[in-house]
């Protein structure tokens, strides 16, 4: 493969109990909704806002009202998981053996900068990658193929080319949209959750796995 793109929450750390956690709380604590934490979970894709408007349809928010929330809900979220914050088991050396490779690399997340940054800045691990893709660098969320078409296109590769690594089925079925083969991260669902997708090749729990590691040549 030429090319590598990189879910964030869930695929790099193992962080979304606590994104869930901390949009139950925003949702039942102060927005006066009564959601379980299972029917919270599958909705953890996407925008922030696409995640309100699920939630409690599209009329009850104002745009500027629904970025505010999330501001709020990812600075409870990072206060919450800071002193976990750590890449999955594995994942270090994958990086930095792709690195010295020469196999260009990417993050394509839903996440807003300020949650990507507070990952990579905090684990000091920016200089892997080539190209970012935020929420906010496309119109169209997961499973929608423009983050990782467009993190493909900043990496000057063919999609065909890119293996994406993804934890959710929305983010798996977006690389399948855009024409790329896709390794799992089960620290999220389940790999039954995944069964009507074609372009899964791998399942694994964590990076420190045989398959993962043969991907490097």
Not at 48 to 63: D, I
Not at 114 to 125: E, G, H, Q, S
Not at 135 to 151: G, I, M, N, Q
Not at 160 to 178: L, R
Request: glycine share 6%; aromatic share 12%.
């Amino acid at each position: 493969m030429k090319a590598f793109i990189f879910d964030l929450n869930g695929t790099m750390i193992n962080d979304m109990t606590y994104h869930t956690k901390a949009w139950q709380n925003l949702l039942n604590n102060e927005l006066g909704g009564n959601f379980t934490f299972e029917e919270v979970k599958p909705q953890m894709y996407g925008k922030n806002p696409e995640v309100l408007v699920r939630m409690f349809g599209p009329e009850r928010f104002t745009l500027d009202e629904m970025n505010q929330l999330s501001l709020e809900k990812e600075k409870k979220y990072q206060q919450e998981f800071l002193p976990y914050l750590e890449l999955l088991p594995g994942l270090h050396d994958f990086l930095e053996k792709a690195y010295q490779l020469g196999i260009p690399m990417a993050i394509g997340s839903a996440a807003i900068p300020f949650n990507i940054d507070f990952v990579l800045d905090n684990l000091n691990i920016r200089h892997y990658f080539t190209a970012i893709v935020s929420a906010d660098d496309v119109v169209l969320s997961k499973p929608h193929p423009e983050t990782f078409l467009k993190a493909a296109q900043l990496l000057n590769v063919d999609p065909a080319n890119c293996i994406v690594f993804e934890d959710v089925p929305k983010g798996a079925e977006a690389a399948s949209n855009a024409g790329m083969k896709t390794v799992v991260i089960t620290t999220t669902h389940q790999r039954e959750e995944f069964s009507y997708l074609q372009n899964v090749i791998h399942f694994t729990t964590n990076y420190a796995d045989d398959f993962v590691s043969g991907l490097l040549g």
